[in-house]
């Protein structure tokens, strides 16, 4: 039933296909539930100046680019490298990763649960080499379907486990592109508490610790949706500095400042349901 739900909406016109994803979120929105209340906390966390009004905006909005970001993946996993590229409809901030890849020390492509990570990572791999992290999911069965989606461009998948991260640390000895999530919350004692939107957030550390020693540059992106399925917009910036800091604290909070710094210029495609303050 799976796999017959992923193949239709891998058939179905893109502008269709995000219209079933924003009658999902909408449904989200309209319904008592969990995702609502957690978008609603967090936005009345991070944008206190904000009137309610506004919030409340935001969070159907936001509920509503999630569901998209549900249904357009199947897409995105069958539209094959020359379909992905016909749908990028622009760049910001392209010289930095131009300045970036110049060097010839690998690049850091770094994206947060913001707009469509599906694209940019798919996208991301038609640039060179590159390995990605990502979290295995809970279902076993799920395992293979994404890394093999997920790979459809050429990028190779290493799950976050001691293998993993070693399989990293040698892309980055080889050069390679590496695509992370910024701010997936680390499991166990692997990240410190940072601000985030003035607040504290249990941050990643892994991306410093693989970055720092030889200085490889990082660039914070992500890849916004444009209405009516005409395509994907990137915006990119470069690390702040204090992201290659020995000390893991002034990292990690350079880290959230990229990624708020890219989440305010489209905060209703933020994931606002993600669990950023669970810890």
């Known amino acids: 039933m799976l796999g017959a739900v992923l193949g239709l909406l891998a058939r179905l016109p893109l502008p269709v296909n995000h219209a079933i994803g924003a009658g999902l979120g909408w449904l989200g929105w309209i ?4 995702l609502k209340r957690t978008t609603l906390k967090n936005l009345c966390l991070c944008y206190p100046d904000q009137d309610a009004a506004w919030r409340r905006r935001v969070a159907r909005r936001s509920l509503m680019e999630t569901g998209k970001a549900l249904t357009e993946a ?3 996993w069958h539209a094959g490298p020359a379909r992905i590229a016909q749908l990028l409809a622009g760049v910001d901030g392209w010289e930095h990763v131009e300045q970036a890849m110049g060097q010839g020390r690998g690049v850091f492509l770094v994206s947060p649960h913001l707009g469509s990570w599906e694209f940019a990572g798919l996208h991301a791999a038609s640039m060179g080499p590159m390995t990605s992290l990502y979290r295995p ?11 093999e989606s997920r790979q459809a461009t050429g990028a190779r998948l290493v799950p976050t486990t001691p293998g993993g991260i070693k399989a990293l640390r040698q892309a980055v000895e080889r050069g390679e592109l590496i695509g992370m ?11 410190v508490t940072a ?3 003035g607040h504290p957030a249990y941050t990643m550390i892994l991306l410093a610790r693989l970055a720092a020693p030889g200085r490889v540059p990082v660039i914070f992106a992500f890849a916004q949706r444009l209405p009516r399925g005409k395509g994907y917009r990137y915006q990119c910036i470069p690390a702040p500095e204090g992201l290659y800091s020995d000390d893991p604290q002034t990292a990690a909070t350079a880290i959230n400042q990229a990624v708020e710094e890219l989440v305010r210029r489209c905060p209703e495609q933020y994931m606002w349901s993600y669990k950023r303050f669970k810890k």
């Not at 319904?31 to 969990?34: A, I, K, R």
């Not at 999530?181 to 990240?191: V, Y």
């Open 31 to 34: 319904l008592p539930g969990e």
């Open 74 to 76: 199947p897409w995105l």
């Open 181 to 191: 999530l910024p701010d997936q919350t680390p499991k166990g004692s692997s990240g």
């Open 137 to 147: 999911p809970r279902q076993s069965a799920l395992d293979t379907l994404l890394r």
């Open 195 to 197: 601000p985030f939107f």
